[in-house]
């Protein structure tokens, strides 16, 4: 009979660790400081000749080879409910692991009605174009100083949607709603409709009073917004990324931002963030933000609601049950 190991399974309800009871024989519900203690765990369940076959991953945790090869050696599975890997070496693993996540191909349709992350791109634009962190830290400090925040509307701004993907249609149709002008660069020649103007990279970076970054992470995206692009900027344009930080170069943006070449940046995911621990330790872009209000950042919450974080589960469970 088969087990599996859940991590991070204080986001799992009951629903989904019943529907999984129907099918191993023995659920672990464990959470790892370290991945040093993961592999000792599976090290003592192989040792037993009872060897898991089957982790729902957590981020944190880069699962390579040094992991993997501790599972059952007939069957093994990493599961992940997220939109993309990249804390998992699939290069690495992929020979003799399956990898199940929501891909495109086999969760696409489904994904559709999950707006998480467009809703969070919305509230970061806002958020800056607002000065929502200051204005409320400033109450907080007992002042009531209106015209110090003063803002800028959506309405009439000229808006680069870089991906018109799933996430990138939900954005555009809000903003849209605010009576924004939509601009979208697509590469592999998604549909548009005829509310959207289809826009090459340089039209966006050098017209646009917002951008917007909602492209996937295979390779050949990563650094795809460096120097070039990010120079284009009007100095009252902000840019923002809620897809994968490895896309844009963190190194050119804190000194575009530093500078005051550009209004803001506004980020929800940064440069490697899905294999980090829940501490950060000098990471350059959150240190900038600790001092400076020309940027904002989240920590990865895109996808992280109680309905999406609910449904995805249930997917990815789903999925794994009719493969076993």
């Given amino acids: ?90 290069l690495g693993v992929e020979k003799n692991t399956k990898i199940i996540y929501l891909d495109k191909k086999n969760f696409g349709n489904h994904l559709k009605k999950i707006p998480s992350t467009a809703e969070l791109t919305i509230m970061l634009i806002l958020m ?36 018109f993907g799933r996430i990138g249609k939900i954005v555009s149709k809000i903003l849209k709603s605010f009576g924004a002008k939509i601009y979208v660069f697509e590469k592999y020649n998604s549909k548009l409709s005829n509310k959207y103007k289809k826009a090459n990279m340089n039209f966006i970076f050098s017209r646009c009073d917002i951008i917007s970054v909602h492209i996937d992470s295979r390779k050949e995206n990563f650094n795809l917004i460096g120097k070039t692009l990010i120079n284009k900027m009007k100095k009252s344009a902000i840019l923002i990324n809620t897809s994968r930080g490895e896309i844009v170069n963190e190194k050119f943006l804190i000194d575009t931002l530093k500078k005051n070449k550009i209004a803001g940046a506004g980020l929800d995911v940064l440069d490697g963030d899905s294999s980090w621990g829940k501490k950060v330790k000098n990471n350059k872009m959150i240190s900038y933000f600790k001092n400076n209000s020309n940027l904002v950042i989240t920590p990865h919450l895109g996808g992280n609601t109680l309905e999406a974080s609910n449904k995805t589960k249930e997917l990815i469970i789903k999925k794994l049950i009719s493969l076993v």
């Fill in 128 to 163: 800056l174009l607002r000065k929502a962190l200051q204005a409320t830290n400033s109450v907080k400090n007992n002042l009531w100083d209106r015209d110090a925040f003063i803002g800028n509307q959506i309405s009439d701004k000229k808006i680069g949607i870089i991906g």
């Fill in 1 to 90: 009979m088969m087990k599996a190991l859940i991590l991070n399974h204080s986001t799992y309800n009951k629903n989904h660790i019943n529907i999984l009871k129907k099918k191993f024989s023995k659920i672990y519900l464990k959470d790892f400081s370290s991945k040093k203690k993961l592999i000792n765990f599976l090290k003592i369940k192989k040792k037993e000749k009872n060897p898991i076959n089957v982790i729902f991953t957590s981020f944190g945790i880069l699962y390579d080879q040094s992991i993997t090869k501790y599972l059952d050696n007939k069957k093994k599975y990493l599961v992940s409910p997220t939109t993309s890997i990249t804390h998992i070496d699939k």
